[in-house]
């Protein structure tokens, strides 16, 4: 039923800037702690960055600094705004959602991930 659309990869020279958005459809959107996770070819996927249904925010200790994740519950999106990017960002990125109304109910989502390319 939930559905998790990002946008705005693409191709950055390193120190460049980059905003990714991912735009929610088919739930409640205020309620879900939504999050941004990235894999990098032969790696694991990792947990970039999140921000919680209380606005409350976490990063990677490798973006801290340079990322900024952020959500507007009225036109259910989040945004992902990443500056000084390193080669080593280079990965597809996803986005998340989770919905834990009780310890025996929880849900999640993702999107189909978005490619991003630091390199000159």
């Known amino acids: 039923q939930v559905t998790l659309v990002e946008s705005g990869g693409g191709l950055v020279r390193p120190g460049g800037s980059l905003t990714l958005s991912c735009a929610s459809s088919g739930s409640i959107f205020s309620r879900d702690d939504m999050a941004w996770y990235r894999q990098a070819p032969g790696q694991q996927r990792e947990l970039v960055a999140s921000?919680?249904?209380?606005?409350?925010?976490n990063y990677a200790d490798s973006v801290k600094g340079r990322f900024t994740i952020s959500r507007d519950n009225a036109i259910n999106m989040v945004y992902l705004q990443m500056s000084m990017l390193k080669p080593e960002d280079t990965a597809v990125y996803y986005c998340?959602?989770?919905?834990?109304?009780?310890?025996?109910?929880?849900?999640?989502?993702w999107g189909q991930g978005t490619q991003v390319t630091v390199s000159s």
């Open positions: 921000i919680s249904n209380d606005f409350s925010t």
């Open positions: 998340n959602a989770r919905y834990a109304p009780a310890v025996e109910y929880q849900f999640s989502f």
